[in-house]
């Protein structure tokens, strides 16, 4: 559990940097400039990668393989505001 704790705060942490950088930033090389994919992009995937995974295995562990198990949660859209 504490490992998921620290991967969701370290997720949030990289949102709120690119959502003040921006989610591209601009490089220069000498007198060329151009627009790259902010680096932390490809970190924050990883760390979403790493909550599914664990988020799937707390599934396992409450029965989401038992289509009778009345401990599952039935969510809606009104769920993700």
Same mark, same amino acid.
């Given at each position: 559990? $504490?490992?998921?704790?620290?991967?969701? =705060?370290? /997720?949030?942490?990289?949102?709120?940097?690119?959502?003040?950088?921006?989610?591209?930033?601009?490089?220069?090389?000498?007198?060329? =400039?151009?627009?790259?994919?902010?680096? #932390?992009?490809?970190?924050?995937? *990883?760390?979403?990668?790493? #909550?599914?995974?664990?988020? =799937?295995? /707390?599934?396992? =562990?409450?029965?989401?393989?038992?289509? $009778?198990?009345?401990?599952?949660? *039935?969510?809606?859209?009104?769920?993700?505001?």
């Amino acid at each position: 559990m $504490d490992r998921y704790i620290d991967l969701v =705060k370290s /997720f949030r942490w990289i949102s709120k940097i690119i959502s003040k950088e921006g989610e591209t930033i601009v490089t220069e090389n000498g007198k060329q =400039k151009f627009l790259k994919a902010h680096p #932390l992009i490809g970190e924050r995937n *990883k760390i979403n990668a790493s #909550l599914l995974s664990i988020e =799937k295995s /707390f599934g396992q =562990k409450l029965g989401d393989d038992d289509p $009778d198990d009345k401990r599952k949660t *039935k969510y809606n859209a009104s769920d993700l505001i």
